[in-house]
């Protein structure tokens, strides 16, 4: 490792944090957090609730809230669904009786998308977390990660039946 200057190895995982560079980290993350209440208060004034910094401190503080203790807490407006969300922002860009095109971004992939990345006989396609829930699909696929694993190969024969012994 060849690095100039004193917190140049901070992102290295060859070894321990300096107490130069645990000291950038650390403030790193308490301006972040910082930021964070910052725009929860302005978020939480916008909606006309006033709370002080302190009051938000002492509810947050890295706790994670479920949805009715954060509304109870004043922390949320409102419950509710992605499209009750999409539905306000809507009213609130006045849109709100126009078709609007929604994006999802990374774009979620097909069953068989996810199967085909397999890269080779060095990868296994995790088929068991693929086809969670459809238990008749195991017998069904039987093959299908031995195919994958062969996509790289040439394949001479294969046969059109399979054997199991029980």
């Keep these: 490792i060849i690095s100039r200057g004193a ?6 995982t060859e ?5 130069s560079e645990r000291k950038v980290i650390r403030e790193s993350m308490e301006d972040v957090y910082d930021m964070f209440l910052d725009k929860t ?10 709370m002080s910094k302190e ?15 954060a509304k109870a807490a004043g922390l949320v407006d409102e419950l509710g ?10 009213k609130m ?5 126009k078709e609007m095109e929604i994006l999802t971004l990374p774009k979620p ?8 990345e397999s890269g080779g006989a060095e990868t296994k396609v995790p088929l068991a977390s693929l086809i969670q ?8 696929l039987r093959h299908a990660e031995t195919l994958l694993r062969m996509s790289n190969d040439r394949v001479w024969l294969m046969t059109p039946y399979a054997v199991e012994i029980k």
Excluded: C, Y
Excluded at 7 to 12: L, Q, R
Excluded at 93 to 97: F, I, L
């Design 133 to 140: 829930g459809f238990p008749e699909i195991p017998k069904h």
């Design 93 to 97: 860009a006045g849109v709100e009786g």
């Design 15 to 19: 070894r321990a944090w300096t107490e």
């Design 7 to 12: 917190n140049s190895g901070i992102m290295s």
């Design 81 to 90: 669904t992605l499209d009750d969300a999409i539905a306000a922002a809507k």
């Design 55 to 69: 009051k938000l401190l002492t509810l947050a503080g890295g706790r994670v809230w479920t949805g009715r203790q």
């Design 109 to 116: 992939r097909s069953f068989f998308e996810r199967l085909a």
């Design 41 to 50: 208060l302005a978020g939480r004034k916008r909606a006309g609730v006033t």
